[in-house]
Every structure is written in structure tokens, then in C-alpha cells.
């Protein structure tokens, strides 16, 4: 499955980037297992990636948060693959605003880069691709984030971020469409980070009407269900177990 010459390109490969762990792993997974052809974007190697490789994912190093990386990434993708059945922009950075207000603003420019500016930047170098799969539709999917339409004052600098990648679903949608289907996963309480502590784990479940974590295949079916419906886009779906109505 993995192309080794310039003939054998894939074709309607689907890029998911952040894939090295977490969501983003086993989006890279499911999609590769449900007969996709997967580019695998990582920053850092890991485990995951090294599995995904031998499964016959092409895996591809970048830093988001680096121009020349964003541009390395659409080049190589454009060396393996002759059309995009979809491109599922995971990756992010995630963390409380610092108090020091030069720590936040250097924060600001990092959420920027990695979630608004590198989704952009990657949307536009790989638009053609994208069109010239050979599906119905192609798709792009932002992973966003509940916070992006009620933030959290702690991590102000990434909600607003988040935000932005949001409204770029809407104007991307319109101006891609019909061809390319723009829409926006808003993931709720999924998996925490291994730096939440017990009193805000049970805090959150506790304002969350189902209760429990998502996990990450709740994301793969908001991202399936998404891929498989012809008359979507533009659309913000929230998957998060009721987290946002408290
Ligand atoms: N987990 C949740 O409960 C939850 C809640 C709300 C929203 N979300 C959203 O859902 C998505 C997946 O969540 P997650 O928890 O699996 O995310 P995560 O653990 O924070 O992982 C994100 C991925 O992004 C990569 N990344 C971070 N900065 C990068 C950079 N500068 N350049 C390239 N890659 C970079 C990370 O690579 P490294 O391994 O190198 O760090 C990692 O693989 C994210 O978009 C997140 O914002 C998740």
C-alpha cells in the first residue's frame, strides 16, 4: 500500500496530523484499518508511529509551529500522494495561559501557529489534492474544541486560537465548496492529560451528563460519520458528552 515510486502514489490518502499519540494515533489507525491510505503526521517519534509505518502509513516529521516544517510537510505530501480523500488537522498545543504576560504572548504565538496558521497554510497548499479526489467529496475536519465557543479564562490563549480555527471552518467551507467539505469537531472531556488531577478529573465528569470520558473513538465516529455524509459541511459538532450545556 505504501507508494515506493512516483507511479505508485496514493491516491485519496487522508493526511492526519498530531498523529504520533493519543487521538490523533488511533484517528491514524482507524482510518488506516477501514482501507484508507494514511500520511501520519508527527512531531515527536513515537511508539505509535513506528506501528503506523509498519502498517504502511507514510509518517512524516514536523514542527507546526515552524513555517519551513508546514511547508516541508505539504511538499512531501505532495510527493506521495496524487489526490487527498481528506486532511484531519489534530494536532495542538494545550496549556494553561502563563502569568507572566511575555511567557503569554510567546503561548499566543505558538496556539497561532499550530492551530490557525499551519491548518491554513496546509488547507491552501493541498486544496488541489484535494479536489482531485476521486470521491464524491473530499474533506477537511478541524478538531477544535468546546472552548471555542465558551472559553475557559485559564487557557484564554488557546480557546482563542481554537476559536479562530473555527471560524476558519465557516469561511473554508464557502469558499471550498462544493468539492471540499469543511466542518469542525469540537471535542469535549475525551482523554484527560496525565496532569489532571483527581479533584478537577471528578469536577469535570461531574459537570459532564454522560459522566464518563469520551475516548478517542468517539472522535473516530464524529470523524467517520463526517466523511460518510454527502450533505455536511460548515457544520461544528460537538462531541462531548453534554460537557458544554453545564
Ligand atoms: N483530549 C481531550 O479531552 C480534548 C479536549 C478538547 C479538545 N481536544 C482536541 O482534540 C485533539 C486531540 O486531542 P489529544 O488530547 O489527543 O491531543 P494531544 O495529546 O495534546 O496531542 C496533540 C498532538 O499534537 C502534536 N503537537 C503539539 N504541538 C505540535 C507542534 N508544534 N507541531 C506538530 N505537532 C504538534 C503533539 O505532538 P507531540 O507528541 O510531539 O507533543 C501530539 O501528537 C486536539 O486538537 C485537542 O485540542 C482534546
Known amino acids: 500500500m505504501r507508494p515506493t515510486t ?8 487522508i493526511l492526519v496530523t498530531g498523529a504520533g499519540r493519543r487521538v490523533g494515533l488511533h484517528l491514524a489507525r482507524r482510518l488506516m484499518r477501514s ?10 517519534r513515537t511508539e505509535g508511529i513506528d506501528g503506523l509505518e509498519q502498517e504502511g502509513a507514510v509518517c512524516v516529521q514536523a514542527d507546526l509551529a515552524v513555517n519551513e516544517d508546514v511547508e516541508r510537510l505539504s511538499a512531501t505530501v505532495r510527493n506521495v500522494a496524487r489526490s ?53 467529496h473530499a474533506d477537511i475536519v478541524h478538531i477544535t474544541d468546546i472552548y471555542a465557543d465558551k472559553p475557559n479564562p485559564v487557557f484564554d490563549a488557546y480557546c482563542a486560537t481554537k476559536a479562530g480555527l ?15 467539505k469543511v466542518n469542525a469537531i469540537q471535542p469535549g472531556p475525551i482523554l484527560f492529560k496525565e496532569w489532571h488531577g483527581p479533584e478537577a478529573r471528578t469536577r469535570v465528569l461531574a459537570e459532564t451528563p454522560m459522566g464518563e470520558e469520551g475516548g478517542a473513538e468517539a472522535i473516530g465516529l464524529a470523524v467517520e460519520a463526517i466523511l460518510a455524509n454527502h450533505y455536511q459541511t460548515g457544520a461544528v459538532v460537538a462531541v462531548d458528552g453534554g460537557r458544554r450545556l453545564a
Open 6 to 13: 512516483a507511479s505508485s502514489l496514493f491516491d485519496d490518502a
Open 35 to 44: 482501507g484508507h491510505p494514511v500520511i501520519a503526521h508527527y512531531r515527536s
Open 84 to 136: 487527498l480523500r481528506a486532511v484531519v488537522h489534530n494536532a495542538s498545543s494545550f496549556a494553561v495561559t502563563a502569568a507572566d504576560p511575555r511567557e503569554a504572548l510567546v503561548q499566543l504565538d505558538l496556539f497561532y501557529a499550530v492551530h490557525m496558521r499551519a491548518p491554513f497554510a496546509l488547507n491552501l497548499a493541498l486544496a488541489d489534492l484535494l479536489h482531485r479526489c476521486s470521491a464524491r
Open 166 to 180: 473555527q471560524n476558519l471552518t465557516l469561511s473554508l467551507a464557502k469558499r471550498l465548496a462544493p468539492k471540499i
